[in-house]
């Protein structure tokens, strides 16, 4: 077992000096590999936001969206119905008191043809309740769709903000769900956080509507906002941000201004095109969360599926409005709870405590090794420290976010790597006691050593991935460091530890200069 083949010792050899290498990349700056190891919050400073959906807008609007098929669903079971109304209280009717069994009936029917309460098919719960009070009936969601409304408008909501921070180009934010209606979002090394959360806060609901010129039935005044001119636009949205399938800022070849250029969708483009022929010379709102940004003149048929938005922007505000649009709208208004900037000063005294406890342990284990096994108590630190570089190594090639619970994963990886070689030595010392020849002590001792140190490693190296798929934030971090260490010391162990032992064991055979 203490023989190494040559292609063996390259290969550990390799992997030491490329490990080096990719440490050394963590303090150069203007690398050819841009790769390193990422601080947190905890440790680089940045800005902490706490956000809230607000599913109350999505709750009228899902009702507005059942009201056609009640509608259709009376009408066809021949129920004379009154007075249909819709608040934000929900869905009202006057009904005679003689159908109430009926339509209950028809509202709660179990089966996928239930086109007003159709989570029965797939969920097999209601969406929504009826009730009545005397003639009038009352729709509203049921507590089981007003959670899978919630849930779904917070999971779209996150996946959204991941999209428009992912563009803003911050390196390992951390996007969490807390609770049932708030978002946590940690963007380390951003201490203005005033254009993220300006970014986060818009809706991006972005429709296309023509402009009348009278107050009818089915219109609206808006304001444009880069004249405060006052537009009477139609309800009837001509597309909709959901057909948009790019945006991005350019500057106008005539007027040099920023735009932006969007591109939209199979279906979009033939709703724009048909648009566009059928009303030119009438101009054409964009509306960005009920605000009117521009409302160009249709001067000729625009069927290429591709157009501009112009007002006044400055290329910053173009660009911050290219990516609301890719990223799409959420679903619900969102609000900021709280906020906070973590300065750096912070972080540099997390960094300096986190390194120096790193340090003491590391001095200590050193220490420690040298005193009790000698020589080998050398290869044993020897050992460590090529463990610490790998591991490094891994961590910025996977370009790891480092946090304080990290730092303590990585300490604790350094006890482990030293109780893996305590393990061997002792096991050797109980071989020499018996065995006559020292390299077949080391031999049997490294052997019978193997399936203890393998055994601790694995079990903790299990806690790590569990820790890494049920935690969160900085116990993800403290699992990732754990878990690359376990793999790193076993290999520093049995490949480098084992390597150097078997070079001074082969050429001392007799144990003269080595003492266990």
């Known amino acids: 077992m203490l023989n190494f083949t040559k292609i063996k010792v390259f290969l550990i050899y390799l992997i030491l000096l490329s490990a080096i290498f990719f440490s050394s990349l963590n303090f150069k700056s203007n690398n050819i590999i841009d790769k390193k190891v990422n601080l947190g919050l905890d440790l680089q400073g940045g800005s902490y936001i706490l956000l809230e959906i607000d599913t109350r807008p999505l709750v009228n609007q899902k009702l507005q969206s059942k009201v056609i098929p009640i509608k259709k669903l009376l009408n066809k079971n021949k129920i004379t119905f009154q007075d249909f109304s819709i608040t934000k209280e929900g869905i009202f009717f006057s009904v005679d008191e003689k159908q109430h069994k009926k339509l209950e009936n028809l509202f709660f029917l179990k089966t996928s043809e239930n086109i007003v309460n159709n989570f029965i098919a ?39 903000i991941r999209r428009r921070i992912d563009d803003v180009g911050t390196k390992e934010p951390t996007i969490l769900q807390r609770g049932d209606k708030r978002i946590l979002v940690e963007l380390p090394g951003i201490d203005n956080p005033e254009r993220v959360k300006e970014l986060l806060g818009k809706t991006a609901q972005l429709t296309f509507r023509l402009v009348s010129n009278d107050l009818e039935f089915g219109s609206e005044k808006l304001i444009l906002s880069e004249t405060n001119e006052k537009l009477t636009v139609n309800k009837r949205v001509v597309i909709s941000g959901d057909n948009l399938v790019d945006a991005q800022p350019k500057f106008d070849n005539q007027s040099n201004q920023p735009i932006v250029i969007f591109t939209l969708d199979r279906l979009g483009s033939q709703k724009f095109g048909k648009t566009t022929t059928e009303n030119v010379g009438k101009r054409l709102a964009i509306i960005l969360d009920n605000a009117v940004i521009s409302a160009p003149q249709i001067r000729e048929a625009i069927t290429a599926g591709t157009g501009t938005i112009s007002g006044g922007f400055s290329f910053q505000e173009a660009t911050d409005l290219a990516l609301l649009l890719r990223s ?40 420690f090794m040298l005193l009790k096994y000698r020589i080998f108590g050398l290869i044993s630190n020897i050992s460590l420290i090529s463990n610490l570089i790998i591991l490094i190594a891994i961590l ?120 266990l």
């Open 122 to 160: 797939e969920y097999n719960s209601f969406e929504l309740d009826i009730s009545f009070k005397q003639k009038l009936a009352i729709i509203n969601f049921s507590n089981y769709g007003l959670v899978s409304l919630n849930n779904a408008a917070l999971k779209q909501s996150i996946e959204i």
């Open 328 to 367: 799409g709208a959420l679903p619900t208004p969102i609000n900021i709870v709280e906020e906070r900037t973590v300065g750096p000063d912070l972080g540099k005294d997390s960094i300096d405590a986190g390194i120096f406890s790193l340090f003491i342990g590391f001095i200590l284990v050193i220490l």
């Open 396 to 515: 910025t090639i996977i370009e790891a976010t480092l946090t304080l619970p990290g730092i303590a994963g990585i300490i604790l990886t350094v006890g482990m790597a030293v109780d893996s070689n305590v393990l061997i030595y002792e096991r050797i010392r109980e071989e020499l006691k018996t065995e006559k020849s020292i390299i077949h002590a080391f031999d049997v001792g490294y052997n019978k050593a193997k399936i203890t140190v393998i055994d601790a490693n694995v079990t903790t190296l299990i806690a790590a991935a569990i820790l890494f798929i049920f935690g969160s934030g900085p116990v993800k971090g403290f699992a990732v460091t754990l878990g690359v260490g376990i793999v790193t010391t076993l290999f520093s162990a049995y490949f480098i530890a084992r390597h150097l032992t078997s070079i001074v064991v082969l050429k001392d055979r007799e144990g003269k200069y080595f003492n």
